[in-house]
């Protein structure tokens, strides 16, 4: 018996995305996504000017990374369906390349006894649905919706765990607040009806899957950052912390669970003047279509404190209502600049038992970016990336504990499997316990940490 033991199917695995790893290639019939758009207007935004055509080949090389998933002990892997491949211009013609791609890739996984967890949606608007407002605008709900049915449709029979979104929180952030994604502008009040507004697609798109009366579940992933006070004794800072939480958690967490927004949200938003334009019965659809399944993507806290900085003078932003704490001493990773607290999972996972019905729910992400990685390679190729092993036991000794205590924790997914390009950060910070190569057409190496996952899953647990 090992001292680290995990429940009999414990899911052991590690996610990507479809943008992130694909490639785009002559005569794929891909339609461009905002980040091809991106790329081809300003290469200069994006690391070493590297786009989102190049990946990680897996569009040529799936069934090679399907053996790698196996050389490293995966039972499960999730990966998503690029929208824009699926569907070129968002709400038009189905691209049969893609159909076949998909159904080749998700085949491959099953023969190989690797249960497929498939989400819909992945940072990647179609460029011609963004030209309409993207994300803003109620027909883009309306196209998403028509793109998971069309999903659950053509994959539903064999894939069984589905995922309307991954970190929904990003584009509205990104996009619309601090301009890492496109369109990279800074305005609250599309930054909340775009908020909204994937919310209430992600409830229609359950209740679509639910119509299939299909044989399977579904749920939605979402980037959680425990939101701790500087003091737990000075209010002010405990009523900061409490604000963040609502804005970058419980924006997402509350109505995909308990199908209602947090009310300090609310309270903001309505002071602001900003609530989202909305239909009569949207309410009641979120109400009535919760998930079943969560997915929790966890990489760092945010410590905070009472506002003491001005306000942001010319327009509302979140962060006029809380600053950032730069707390002493805490653990950090040098190579991607997030701290790290191995109990954030363990406090999260409680929280989700204590306060939301102990919803079933695996890590669907926790992973450690280490930027220019190649320089630990050695002479026959292999990467001794014993701090990635650190990151990972450490993490799942605090899942392990939240086990223990009666979590509902069903699994661990890190980030990444093989590396991949990442958004505007393209190569910089490596996560896979596969390198890749990029000059050398991709060639892949299993790092050490993907070695130890295996036996790790082997035994369904570890030692210390
Ligand atoms: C996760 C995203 O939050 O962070 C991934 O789901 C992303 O898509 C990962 O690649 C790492 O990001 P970065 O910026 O360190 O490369």
């Not at 999903?151 to 619309?176: A, H, M, Q, S």
Request: proline letters at 5%; aromatic letters at 14%.
């Amino acid at each position: 018996m090992m001292k680290y033991n995990f429940p009999k199917d414990f899911w052991w695995g590690s996610a990507v995305s479809g943008p992130q790893t694909e490639g785009v290639f002559p005569g794929d019939n891909k339609g461009d996504s905002t980040w091809d758009y991106w790329y081809k207007q300003k290469p200069e935004l994006f690391f070493d000017q590297v786009g989102p055509e190049k990946t990680s080949y897996t569009y040529l090389r799936f069934k090679e990374d399907v053996q790698l998933l196996k050389e490293t002990g995966h039972n499960s892997f999730r990966t998503s369906i690029q929208w824009s491949r699926l569907i070129p211009t968002g709400d038009g013609e189905v691209n049969q390349d893609a159909v076949r791609f998909y159904n080749e890739y998700i085949d491959e996984l099953i023969a190989n006894d690797i249960e497929p967890f498939i989400n819909l949606y992945h940072f990647d608007m179609p460029m011609s649905l963004m030209e309409k407002g993207g994300w803003e605008s109620r027909a883009t709900v309306e196209a998403y919706v028509r793109y998971a049915k069309i999903c659950f449709e053509l994959f539903g029979d064999r894939v069984k765990k589905w995922f309307t979104n991954n970190e929904p929180i990003v584009p509205v952030e990104g996009g619309y607040l601090y301009q890492f994604h496109y369109p990279a502008i800074v305005d609250l009040r599309k930054a909340i009806q775009v908020g909204y507004h994937e919310n209430l697609a992600s409830a229609m798109a359950i209740s679509a899957y639910r119509q299939l009366n299909l044989d399977g579940e579904i749920g939605i992933i979402l980037n959680l950052t425990p939101s701790y006070p500087r003091d737990v004794n000075n209010p002010e800072d405990v009523k900061a912390s409490i604000i963040c939480d609502a804005f970058f958690n419980r924006s997402f967490l509350d109505p995909a669970i308990k199908g209602t927004f947090p009310q300090e949200l609310i309270d903001i938003v309505k002071e602001l003047g900003m609530l989202p334009e909305y239909e009569a019965n949207d309410l009641d659809i979120i109400k009535e279509n919760t998930v079943e399944l969560l997915g929790v993507n966890y990489y760092h806290p945010r410590r905070v404190k009472a506002k003491e900085t001005p306000k942001n003078p010319l327009i509302p932003m979140p962060d006029d209502y809380f600053d950032m704490y730069d707390m002493p001493n805490k653990k950090m990773n040098p190579y991607r600049g997030w701290e790290i607290y191995e109990r954030g999972v363990y406090d999260l996972l409680i929280n989700l038992r204590d306060n939301y019905g102990n919803i079933p729910c695996f890590i669907s992400e926790n992973g450690m970016g280490v930027e220019n990685e190649a320089r630990f390679i050695k002479e026959d190729g292999s990467i001794e990336d014993d701090y990635r092993i650190d990151f990972v036991a450490g993490h799942l000794r605090y899942v392990h504990d939240a086990l223990q205590e009666g979590s509902n924790v069903k699994g661990y997914h890190m980030w990444t499997a093989i590396d991949n390009w990442s958004w505007t950060n393209a190569y910089k910070n490596r996560y896979g316990f596969v390198s890749v190569d990029i000059d050398n057409e991709g060639k892949r190496t299993i790092k050490k940490s993907g070695h130890w996952f295996k036996t790790v899953a082997d035994n369904n647990g570890f030692d210390n």
